[in-house]
């Protein structure tokens, strides 16, 4: 497998612009993250799904977010509209229940987005 | 929630010596602890990972300790290579939650 993907891995946008950030998880995995790295804060879970729903958005920042999994294979993060304090790494990451892999997450190379 | 505090911020050692990170959380309810090793423009990583039914756990210069008592682990990294330097991350979870909870990240700096 090619492990978790995402796109794109550099995005830069101006204030007030709509930003999405797409994911393709592991093939056969059920669970999703969303993590957001900043210098400041660190590595926070942002929202997690189980099988496609979601299941805890409490670390989503505020209405400007929202995130989909219209399917197993895809997922999407948009920032609309989107604010100079929204830079970071935003990280994919996905995960199996079953298996010796189970509990591991599996994290794709991120996205970087500056918002100017 | 859970809170996971990590120390040192940045570590820096000559080639060979030996490296150690501490973490401690704050649930008791947490099973789990991962360790991740983040490299320069790349997500992080598993290395190594420890349930809490079990005290210690070593795979090859790694090694993994809980203390569940005191609520606290550690990595410690042997024979330390120029390969190891990287940001190294600890996590936890709690029962029940599919989510981690991740430290502040330790900068490793291995000397060569």
């Known amino acids: 497998d090619a492990g978790v993907i995402q796109s794109p891995r550099h995005e830069v946008t101006e204030m007030g612009q709509e930003v999405t950030l797409r994911c393709k998880p592991i093939?056969?995995?059920?669970?999703l993250f969303w993590y957001r790295q900043t210098m400041m804060r660190g590595l926070e879970l942002l929202i997690y799904f189980n099988n496609n729903v979601p299941i805890d958005d409490s670390g989503m920042p505020e209405d400007r977010f929202s995130a989909k999994m219209p399917n197993a294979s895809f997922s999407t993060l948009k920032i609309q509209p989107s604010e100079p304090r929204d830079s970071a790494v935003y990280f994919c990451?996905?995960?199996?229940?079953?298996?010796?892999?189970?509990?591991?997450?599996?994290f794709g190379a991120g996205t970087r987005l500056s918002v100017l | 929630g859970e809170n996971v505090e990590q120390h040192p911020s940045t570590l820096s050692v000559q080639e060979g010596d030996s490296a150690v990170i501490k973490c401690t959380y704050s649930?008791?309810?947490?099973?789990?602890f991962p360790w991740y090793k983040q490299e320069l423009g790349k997500g992080p990583q598993l290395i190594i990972d420890i349930r809490s039914n079990v005290g210690e756990k070593k795979d090859q210069r790694i090694a993994v300790t809980l203390n569940k008592t005191a609520k606290h682990f550690s990595l410690h990294i042997t024979e330390t290579q120029p390969e190891d330097s990287a940001v190294y991350f600890c996590?936890?979870?709690?029962?029940?939650?599919?989510?981690?909870?991740f430290g502040s990240g330790t900068r490793l700096q291995v000397q060569p």
């Open positions: 093939s056969g995995h059920d669970y």
């Open positions: 996590a936890a979870r709690e029962t029940g939650r599919r989510a981690l909870t």
């Open positions: 649930d008791s309810a947490s099973n789990y």
């Open positions: 990451a996905s995960s199996t229940v079953s298996g010796r892999a189970g509990n591991i997450q599996y």
